[in-house]
């Protein structure tokens, strides 16, 4: 099994530009996290590991119960920088948003009854979930 530090990796929840994601499991305690590992080729890139710092140091700062949690932040044996994260269980917003868009109307709609077409989101739910991701 891979591991960054002393983090086992679990499996890859996604990539971008500058770096790769991933569910990992602490060796020791078991606790489960996300860590945030720039891309190995931009590791020898001093601006670039300098913004992925500037990047944690930022968010360290944050307290909030939308914001996930920052454990640590350290360098692996290969000199690539790494955040650990609070993992959090659930979906991301396109899943939430794909679950909705396909729930079975309520009620059913009887057998003579044509199918609905897809119900619009309530506006109160819709300001919950952007005040929950602003």
């Given at each position: 099994m891979?591991?960054?530090?002393?983090?086992?990796?679990?499996?890859?929840?996604?990539?971008?530009?500058m770096g790769q994601v991933f569910l990992a499991r602490h060796a020791v305690l078991g606790r489960e996290v996300v860590v945030k590992q720039i891309l190995p080729a931009l590791a020898v890139y001093p601006a670039a590991v300098a913004r992925f710092i500037v990047e944690a140091q930022a968010a360290a700062r944050l307290a909030h119960r939308h914001v996930v949690v920052i454990h640590d932040c350290q360098t692996d044996a290969q000199g690539v920088p790494y955040l650990v994260l609070e993992y959090l269980r659930g979906m991301s917003v396109a899943d939430y948003l794909a679950q909705w868009r396909t729930r079975p109307p309520f009620p059913p709609p009887t057998a003579s009854e044509a199918q609905p077409s897809p119900k619009p989101m309530p506006p109160g739910l819709v300001l919950v979930v952007l005040a929950q991701a602003a």
């Open positions: 891979a591991a960054i530090g002393p983090y086992e990796i679990v499996r890859k929840l996604g990539a971008g530009g």
